[in-house]
């Protein structure tokens, strides 16, 4: 029984390293500290244009980088991106220039002043928290559009490129905790504690 005991003891680090390691990998794609969002910029800077048909609207915005905490302007067609802007999936970004002379769509920032009146034919008023925007028509609320606020999956491309660095090291912790054990369970058995206790010689490993 006391040789029994001393390998429990022996190996035991080996054991708790197999319970505990591997898991570097799994850490790695739970780590949400790789992750990084584009959203609307606290200076949003929103115009917006019509297109053609007149339906169809150009968004101009300034958008926050959470990762290197920069600020661009983008542009979408309304339309076409709508959907993937309610699902924080990143936007078509279009190309705009001022020589393209869209008509513009006035642009107010709530909370609008008290007895001021909307402008007739079509315009926005911007939410207080700047991430959504409402269409008017001759006064009238036609709908509410959210503004882009979506992850720029560069953490998952990081977390790829560092995966086979995670592999690693966990075969490093796996592989001895597995030899660890396999010998353990060796030296366990009925027959090898049977010749020690007899003290006879016994190999590390069977032969």
Known sequence: MKTRVKYVALFSPLLLGLAGGGCMTGALWENDDLEAWREPADKLNLRLF?????????????????????????????????????????????????????PSVPVFYDPIPAGMKLPPGLCAVVSTNKQSFTLYADNRAIGSR????????KGRTEKIALTPLAVTADATIVGPAIAGLLVYWYASSDDVQGKLNRGEYVPIWPQ
């Open 50 to 102: 019509e297109g053609a048909p007149q339906t169809n609207l150009l968004v101009l915005y300034d958008e926050y980088s959470d990762r290197n905490e920069a600020v661009h302007t983008r542009a979408y067609w309304l339309k076409e991106n709508q959907s993937k802007v309610d699902q924080h999936v990143r936007p078509h970004f279009a190309a705009f220039s001022a020589k393209d002379h869209l």
């Open 146 to 153: 959210s503004l882009p606020i979506y992850n720029d999956g």
